[in-house]
């Protein structure tokens, strides 16, 4: 089983900055990808961004030039730098990791963090 751990969630100013960690455990026979979705309430959850093994980023349209993704290969753990942050990025901030291996893809999800944006 593969466990994540999300920090750094919080309450932040329209404006300021964030910045999201998520650390993998357990048994992770691969990591092929590693990103963001997020949900805000009364919305769908969507993908913020992620980054796959080949440190190829990919980011929605609404965070592309304020949003950083980034990994440690080392320590297993993907992190979202959050600048100029505003009021519409409040939501529910949930981790994922991907695994492909041995023709079989798992994705296994963290229990989300919540970032409120608000003066």
């Known amino acids: 089983q593969v466990q994540l751990v999300e920090s750094g969630g919080g309450l932040v100013q329209p404006g300021g900055s964030l910045r999201l960690s998520c650390a993998a455990s357990g048994n992770i026979l691969a990591i092929t990808a590693m990103g963001w979705y997020r949900q805000a309430p009364g919305k769908q959850r969507e993908l913020v961004a992620e980054?796959?093994?080949?440190?190829?980023?990919n980011y929605a349209d609404s965070v592309k030039g304020r949003f950083t993704i980034s990994r440690d290969n080392a320590k297993n753990t993907v992190y979202l730098q959050m600048d100029s942050v505003k009021t519409e990025d409040t939501a529910v901030y949930y981790c994922?990791?991907?695994?492909?291996?041995?023709?079989?893809?798992?994705?296994?999800w963290g229990h989300g963090a919540q970032v409120t944006v608000s003066s």
């Open positions: 980054i796959n093994s080949g440190d190829y980023t």
């Open positions: 994922y990791l991907g695994s492909f291996w041995s023709g079989h893809y798992d994705q296994y």
